[in-house]
């Protein structure tokens, strides 16, 4: 199973990105599918997940400004972002939960940049 992640790039203050990522091979399973973010010098931060069924959650900074979806037909996980802030610069990974194998994939990573 890969995932790739898509959509990154830089923006100014206040701008938007979509990121996309797309699971590929033998997927049997996604319940869970999330992304995550590393800043510079910082530890990896849980910023966003779905479950199958819809129903997201987000971690306090995100709350307003990033939306998550899925496309379960496709293994799909997007995130909108607006109001992008410079503190919001991040290398940004996307997860999703394999039920059947019962582990998670990781995507490699795509960088967003927000500068002032």
């Known amino acids: 199973v890969q995932l790739v992640e898509s959509g990154g790039g830089s923006v100014l203050a206040g701008g938007s990105l979509r990121l996309s990522c797309v699971a590929s091979?033998?997927?049997?399973?996604?319940?869970?599918m999330a992304w995550h973010r590393q800043g510079p010098g910082r530890q990896r931060e849980w910023v966003a997940s779905i479950n199958r069924g819809g129903s997201a959650n987000y971690f306090d900074s995100a709350a307003g400004r990033f939306r998550i979806t899925r496309d379960n037909t496709w293994n799909q996980v997007q995130l909108q972002m607006i109001g992008l802030e410079p503190e919001d610069t991040a290398v940004y990974f996307c997860s999703m939960f394999d039920t059947v194998r019962g582990k998670y994939y990781w995507g490699q990573g795509i960088q967003v940049t927000v500068s002032a």
């Open positions: 091979g033998d997927v049997f399973d996604i319940s869970d």
